[in-house]
């Protein structure tokens, strides 16, 4: 193996100049060089069907419900995260209306347009069909990006942001102008303006900044300053919300970021178990072993690109694999990196050819991507099957998707109860029910967590005229029912029946119905009231208060 060659500038010719060591992987009969395209294309049209397919056909989950009615608020943020996913959805259901489809649109568009720049990345680097081809299918073969990107969350928000940002910066890369500094900026603040872990991407720029000879050249230029202005300034609504809410989003974030729990050889498993069920059992692997060669490679050298993309997922990679040694990592905390990842793996098949690796070296790694791509999409397809068309429940009560559903069951039970007794409105004390609920009844009925008060800051009034001095009804998870926060509240309750939330006949959950009376809940209490205080991290509660 010689010498790496540099991804920047990229070569001009419409294909990878021949080697005498090893087969260059270009197509390069003519018409050949179309026909990865032209699978690439064909697989992603269907892929995306398949997507609207689940999208239109499966229930909200209980977080998508939340984020929903974040879409329903002006509010400028939220305490959980920033408003990005709000405003994906009000775009999917502008178009759609308050249907499933109109809250998941928005992520099926956020893939076709990450895919698109994963291509032109690839395409500006390499100037290889077949890459190209493996960029835009890797997404497809992974099953958090080829089905469950159309579950509506932060990240997919926030992902076709980043993957923009680092298109920007290979644009800079190869063309020097400062300029693109700029449109990074802009995409930088997007991405933050979705979820607060895009900060993860900040050592890949700044490495990108300082490592390569050019340091100094941006270092003396207003380009990357005004950047970060500009990223600043797309970001500043979740500023100002915070700054008139005492911080609280930051505070609230900072549990996460802090919180311990002792080592856990549990946690650290969930971790890489998911990492491997959501990318791909084949494709974690190949995508990993293709970043550590492009780190090797960019840092040897110091090509920004490598460099850049190298680091964009490892750092991150390993933080999360630190964390999980003392708490949970969520299921999508880590996916907004892969995209990158793949692109990197896609540039590096190519560049194991032009550096002069064995020919069994690259018979090798083209193998195992085929493999990764072939047997991920294979994987996704059995996955969507057995969601949309069969009738078992082969996970029982851990089943992600079963583990959310039967909501229906709890607001039929709950709409009986309201014609029964005639009262007005619904009370929950958990966020979850409190979307469902608010969800499926879609504003025929105020609903209200009475308690975590702190998530509804700036939440429009629900309509206190249809609550104030009328009964309620109560809908809460058992022991929700007995939680301590009731000592808070003066209500008198009279229990009115149980209902069982059930998912292809395994029971989920039981919850509690009861009439309220004598109470009105109190929309906006002080900052130190228990009803205020929100819980929830890592599958455990803790109280924090905002003082």
């Known amino acids: 193996m010689r010498g790496a060659p540099a991804l920047t500038p990229p070569p001009r010719l419409a294909k990878s100049a021949a080697v005498t060591t090893a087969p260059d992987i270009t197509t390069p009969a003519a018409g050949a060089v179309r026909r990865p395209l032209v699978v690439a294309v064909l697989v992603i049209a269907a892929m995306t069907l398949l997507r609207i397919v689940y999208a239109s056909a499966i229930e909200l989950r209980t977080d998508e419900a939340y984020y929903w009615t974040w879409s329903k608020e002006g509010a400028l943020s939220f305490l959980d995260h920033p408003p990005m996913i709000a405003w994906f959805i009000r775009f999917g259901t502008a178009i759609f209306g308050d249907t499933v489809l109109g809250v998941r649109f928005g992520g099926i568009v956020a893939m076709l347009v990450t895919q698109l720049l994963l291509a032109d990345i690839v395409r500006r680097l390499t100037h290889d069909a077949r890459a190209i081809m493996f960029a835009v299918l890797m997404p497809e073969a992974a ?13 997919v928000a926030m992902i076709p942001f980043a993957v923009a940002m680092m298109w920007s910066l290979v644009r800079l890369a190869q063309g020097g102008d400062g300029r693109w500094w700029l449109a990074a900026g802009l995409f930088a603040g997007l991405s933050m303006l979705s ?21 100094w050249r941006w270092l003396r230029s207003p380009y990357p300053y005004l950047a970060v202005l500009i990223a600043i300034a797309v970001f500043s609504p979740v500023l100002i919300w915070n700054a008139q809410h005492d911080w609280a989003s930051f505070r609230f974030q900072g549990v996460r970021a802090t919180a311990n729990y002792g080592i856990s050889l549990r946690t650290i498993g969930d971790y890489i ?5 959501l990318v791909g059992f084949v494709m974690l692997p190949v995508v ?7 780190a090797w490679r960019g840092y040897r050298t110091r090509e920004p690109v490598a460099i850049l993309l190298s680091t964009a997922v490892l750092v991150p990679f390993l933080y999360f694999l630190f964390k999980s040694t003392t708490l949970r990592v969520g299921d ?62 082969l996970l029982g009560k851990i089943d992600p998707i079963g583990a959310e559903a039967g909501y229906e069951q709890v607001a039929a039970r709950a709409q009986a109860a309201l014609d029964e007794t005639g009262a007005t409105w619904i009370a929950t004390t958990d966020y979850r029910t409190y979307a469902m609920m608010r969800w499926l009844f879609r504003g025929r009925v105020p609903v209200v967590e009475i308690n975590e008060r702190g998530r509804f800051q700036d939440f429009r009034d629900p309509g206190i005229d249809r609550i104030s001095g009328h009964a309620g009804i109560y809908v809460g998870r058992e022991p929700d029912n007995r939680a301590p926060v009731w000592g808070s509240i003066p209500a008198k309750r009279e229990q009115l029946g149980q209902v069982e939330r059930r998912w292809r006949g ?7 119905i009861e009439k309220l009376t004598g109470w009105t809940p109190e929309l906006s209490p002080p900052t130190d009231s228990p009803l205020f205080q929100w819980r929830v991290l890592a599958g455990e509660f803790e109280k924090r208060t905002l003082a």
Do not use: C
């Open 332 to 393: 999508t905390w880590p996916m907004f990196m892969w995209p990158v990842g793949f692109a990197a793996a896609a540039v590096n098949l190519v560049m194991l050819s032009r550096e002069h690796w064995s020919a069994r070296m690259i018979r090798s790694s083209i193998f195992w991507l085929n493999t990764a791509v072939v047997t991920g999409i294979a994987f996704v397809v059995i996955v969507f099957l057995y969601y949309v068309a069969a009738p078992w429940n």
């Open 288 to 294: 990993l072993s293709g970043l550590v060669m492009t």
């Open 195 to 215: 979820k607060f872990t895009a900060i993860m991407f900040a050592p890949a720029v700044a490495a990108f900044l300082l490592v390569p000879d050019w340091r």
């Open 143 to 155: 099953l958090y990006y080829g089905l469950l990107m159309a579950k509506v969350a932060p990240d």
């Open 506 to 512: 395994v029971l989920t959950d039981t919850y509690v």
């Open 273 to 277: 178990g998911l990492q491997f069920g």
